[in-house]
């Protein structure tokens, strides 16, 4: 059974960087694709980006393209998203997921999930 634990989540200021990290435990290698996605209270879940495992290729939301950066360490079996220049509709509980598959931005095609991380940006 694989599981999946989020960190990093904290309060940061307007225009700062923060690193989230998804650590992935059990039979990682099942699993083809990562991603993460972002939640706002009142909200639908929110595709931000997604990673191959096995490839290393990636894919953005429109929202966070260029500030935001996904990475993987295969060794530690962690998936890595590193934001940038952060903007206070950033706030969110930000989850990682995993799907036996290729890449994908939908949520439904994801079937394990994380607790979630919160971040929130200041202004």
């Known amino acids: 059974q694989v599981q999946l634990a989020e960190a990093g989540g904290r309060l940061v200021h307007s225009g700062g960087s923060l690193r989230l990290s998804c650590a992935a435990s059990?039979?990682?290698?099942?699993?083809?694709?990562m991603a993460w996605f972002r939640q706002v209270p009142g909200k639908e879940r929110e595709f931000v980006g997604s990673?191959?495992?096995?490839?290393?290729?990636?894919d953005y939301a429109d929202t966070v393209k260029g500030r935001f950066s996904i990475s993987k360490d295969s060794e530690e079996n962690t998936m890595y998203l590193q934001m940038t220049n952060l903007k206070p509709e950033d706030t969110a509980l930000y989850y990682c997921?995993?799907?036996?598959?290729?890449?994908?931005?939908?949520?439904?095609?994801?079937?394990?999930w994380g607790q979630g991380t919160q971040v929130t940006v200041s202004s």
């Open positions: 997921a995993a799907r036996v598959g290729p890449r994908s931005n939908l949520r439904s095609d994801y079937h394990l």
């Open positions: 059990g039979r990682t290698s099942s699993y083809y694709a």
């Open positions: 990673v191959s495992w096995h490839g290393g290729t990636t």
